[in-house]
């Protein structure tokens, strides 16, 4: 688990006869949480399928955990759980068969997947719920229950397609949070399938920015969001914004204002000791110089324009 990537693809490229799904996609998965983001339609569904080892690469080649999931998908399997996206759940199956059925899939000797079952439902907070009917719960506990029986063979990853689908912002944030669990203190990498920019920013280590059947960028959130070397100036008197926006143009950086806020790029970390020394040098009383880091909706809004 150590010595390779969790996932790797090179140049993997999939159609559907005339409709390309995937073209010449690269990236590297490593350990934790890595957020698969892209508006819906942009590949992220077609990449689990093939990362299961359900579709067959036209092109490229794909490895998880060293091993290409197509040829050798059954022991790739072994180490992986997934929760698909979809709620289409056998309706009069309890909560406890079917995690256990799921687990006993995985290879799991009935009496343990009976018992894994049972620790699962109660980990994802269904514990009282595990012998209700799937189809008498609610959406947010049918998430619970796909989470579940991901985990209950003890995988090294899993896989979730947009996990937080129809749940409140309450019941989300209690599901961002319960994964964040299960990687954390069980050990499990996570790869999260998502179109929603904020609940990747919050509990993800890395992300793979998806759109178009391609990657348009990936890495670590810390490596996407920058370095920090813009800085964000807020001036208190509106008068002298134009001053040390000339200044610091004078002194060789991009300035970009609004209001009272101006916002500095330059080429290296000296444009923090530039923006000071331009606003002393104008008199410019200041409310806030700080460095500026990116947000993942810049970082994506960058990525995806046309």
Known sequence: MTSVPLVEAQNVAKSYGSFTALSDVSFTIGSGITGLLGANGAGKTTLLGMILGLHRCDSGSLRVMGIDPYTAGAKVREGLGY???????????????????????????????????SDALWLVGLGEERFRPLGTMSTGQRQRVKLAQAIAHDPDIILLDEPTDGLDPVQRDEMLDLIRRVSVEFGIHVILSSHLLDEVQQICDAAVI???????????????????????????????????????????????????????????????????DVCAARNAPITRLSRRRLSLEDVFLETTAP
């Open 83 to 117: 929760a698909p996206e979809h709620h289409t759940l056998p309706e009069n199956l309890k909560a406890s068969e079917f995690v256990r059925h799921v687990a006993e899939l995985h290879g799991l000797p009935k009496e343990e997947a009976n018992t894994r079952s």
């Open 210 to 276: 998806v759109g178009d059947g391609r990657v348009l960028t990936s890495g670590t959130l810390e490596d996407l969001r920058g370095s920090g070397s813009d800085v964000l100036i807020e001036i208190e008197d509106l008068d002298t914004v134009p001053l040390v926006a000339a200044g610091l143009e004078q002194a060789g950086a991009t300035v970009m204002v609004s209001g009272r806020t101006i916002i500095a790029t330059g080429n290296d970390d000296a444009v923090f000791d530039i923006a000071r």
